[in-house]
């Protein structure tokens, strides 16, 4: 049952199995997070700063990410790692190949993509770069051209932990949401037909088609997981949790009546933005995943789980198929094939106006 689902996912959760306690030293680990200046991507790069890791911070907003970069490094002051600012707008397409051009010239493994950036709903009617509605580009297209554009990179880092007797450790995970849960339209995504074309309908109500695209990044999850399997790389969604973030600005701005329920009544049911890091943190690093977990979702603070049987059936059937294929579509032409590292794994088709006012950030909401 969603809600019985949704209920165990918020209320009387289990302490975290990894945190920065016990995540042990992550030297020679490379990890790049999306989102990484604020909010639960900020804690995460703080851990994995602090373990000792490469990390990439990857952000649009220069001060923003310059702030968050000064502040893990007082988090951490005797760290032996390395934390890099990347400049990176999942909400126009264009300046994904750049990015990802400026990573490869920095970095020659990526143990670890945190697909953590991510926007909730933004004022109806909001649009990419490229003219998408902004949620589905930001949190569905713009993550799948990246994690596809850095694909062979992460299978040659997989080909070398694999020479070196440790499988499935190379990982990629997708931002969900308890919203997919919450997700009203049966089986997750309804279509309609636009010059000819398919594509995902717009519902015109923000959050309702924010839970369309957790459930988007559900399915891109499991089919580019199961592309990948045969790399070693491993492919999971998850649910960071219900946290207190930046990510809820646009719903906390809905006047003062909404700011006071979300200050004094719906915070309290919220939990501090570093424990949506240790989700991530599991979903990275724990032994208990493996390539055998293509496509599952991972409930708060890293628990293999089950959505409801609807989603279950759309992500591995028509539907699932149907909006992989429209994120391949409006994708294909920004991935980035890169020839000094495409040899390491076989090749693939490739899966597949109005920006944001605020940095974006892969966080969730107890209605997210």
């Given at each position: 049952m969603p809600l019985?689902?949704?209920?165990?996912q918020t209320f009387f959760l289990p302490?975290?199995?990894l945190t920065e306690h016990n995540i042990g030293d992550l030297s020679g680990r490379t990890v790049l997070v999306t989102g990484g200046n604020s909010g639960v991507g900020k804690e995460l790069c703080a851990i994995l700063y602090g373990a000792n890791a490469t990390v990439f911070l990857a952000g649009r907003n220069e001060k923003a990410c310059a702030e968050a970069l000064e502040w893990?490094?007082?988090?951490?002051p005797n760290s032996r790692g390395s934390i890099t600012w990347l400049k990176l707008d999942l909400s126009d397409l264009s300046t994904i190949p750049v990015a990802v051009k400026e990573f490869l010239s920095k970095a020659d493994r990526l143990d670890y993509l945190a697909?953590?950036?991510g926007v909730m709903s933004p004022p109806a009617g909001t649009k990419g770069?490229?003219?998408?509605?902004i949620q589905h580009v930001t949190n569905c297209i713009g993550a799948y051209v990246l994690t596809e554009s850095l694909r062979p990179l992460l299978a040659k880092t997989a080909k070398e932990e694999k020479a070196k007797g440790r499988d499935n450790t190379v990982r990629v995970s997708w931002a969900g949401s308890i919203g997919i849960e919450l997700n009203m339209v049966k089986g997750g995504v309804e279509f309609v037909q636009k010059d000819g074309v398919e594509e995902p309908k717009?519902?015109?109500?923000?959050?309702?088609d924010y839970m369309v695209t957790k459930t988007g990044d559900l399915f891109l999850c499991k089919a580019?997981?199961?592309?990948v399997k045969q790399d070693g790389i491993v492919s999971v969604c998850f649910n960071p949790g219900?946290?207190?973030t930046g990510l809820q600005r646009h719903e906390r701005a809905g006047g003062r009546l909404k700011d006071f329920v979300w200050q004094h009544i719906l915070s309290k049911f919220l939990f501090d933005a570093r424990y949506g890091a240790y989700t991530e943190l599991w979903c990275g690093f724990s032994p208990d995943v493996t390539v055998e977990d293509q496509g599952r979702y991972i409930a708060p603070w890293g628990r293999k789980w089950t959505v409801r049987d609807d989603l279950e059936k759309a992500r591995d059937g028509d539907i699932g198929a149907r909006y992989v294929e429209w994120v391949r579509r409006e994708g294909k032409d920004y991935i980035v094939r890169d020839d000094a590292t495409a040899s390491a794994t076989t090749t693939a088709a490739p899966v597949a106006v109005t920006t944001p006012s605020a940095p974006t950030d892969g966080n969730t909401t107890m209605f997210g």
């Open positions: 019985l689902s949704s209920l165990q302490k975290p199995v893990i490094k007082k988090e951490a697909n953590n950036a770069k490229q003219g998408h509605e717009i519902i015109g109500d923000p959050m309702k580019w997981g199961d592309e219900n946290l207190w």
